[in-house]
T-cell receptor, first 115, second 115 residues
């Protein structure tokens, strides 16, 4: 595709609901990153995929957060039993290769509001 | 853990002024440093990327410098325009101890340029 896309762009959830956020990286990009950006803060790393392998999930704030990329392309970030502190913009980024630094291309983000 | 700080947090200037945005980081073991622009409701757009071996990069009216040993970078914007209004984020990529490509961000400088 032309760029990284994310859906939905906006999501409102009641506390306790489960949500699923989707990321479509640039076609052929090997690396995929998820970041969480709270209001007034910089993005914080959540997790990293190299193809379908989740190589780093050290940034996931709790076991309610789960991410997958089963076929090495589209990725889904799932949050179970959402809490108000989960309200943030969730950004996805992809880059061409792994093993060396390549420019990351960011999607527009999904703004999650938990009521 | 790498900490990135940006000063000032917000800046409001008249059109035409030359600006300096500051970024500092605590661990000088970085692979590169990147400046991003973030517009409301949109993702991050990469402006300049400085490799650790470089001292500066230029693109149009933007110039970014890097002093790796002292843990500082500055983004210089010449002849500012209202279209420059956005949040500017500084991010570093460590060269060890974490997933290559994982970025550590500052909180950003919110810039407003008025006509």
């Amino acid at each position: 595709g032309a760029g990284v896309s994310q859906s939905p762009r906006y999501k409102v959830a009641k506390r306790g609901q489960d949500v699923a956020l989707r990321c479509d990286p640039i076609s052929g990009h090997v690396s995929l990153f998820w970041y969480q950006q709270a209001l007034g803060q910089g993005p914080e790393f959540l997790t990293y995929f190299q193809n379908e392998a989740q190589l780093d999930k050290s940034g996931l704030p709790s076991d309610r957060f789960f991410a997958e990329r089963p076929e090495g392309s589209v990725s889904t970030l799932k949050i179970q039993r959402t809490q108000q502190e989960d309200s943030a913009v969730y950004l996805c980024a992809s880059s061409r290769t792994s093993g060396t630094y390549n420019e990351q291309f960011f999607g527009p983000g999904t703004r999650l509001t938990v009521l | 853990k790498q900490e990135v700080t940006q000063i000032p947090a917000a800046l409001s200037v008249p059109e035409g002024e030359n600006l300096v945005l500051n970024c500092s980081f605590t661990d000088s073991a970085i692979y590169n440093l990147q400046w991003f622009r973030q517009d409301p409701g949109k993702g991050l757009t990469s402006l300049l990327l400085i490799q650790s071996s470089q001292r500066e990069q230029t693109s149009g009216r933007l110039n970014a410098s890097l002093d790796k040993s002292s843990g500082r970078s500055t983004l210089y914007i010449a002849a500012s325009q209202p279209g420059d209004s956005a949040t500017y984020l500084c991010a570093v990529c460590p060269d060890r101890g974490s997933t290559l490509g994982r970025l550590y961000f500052g909180r950003g400088t919110q810039l407003t340029v008025w006509p």
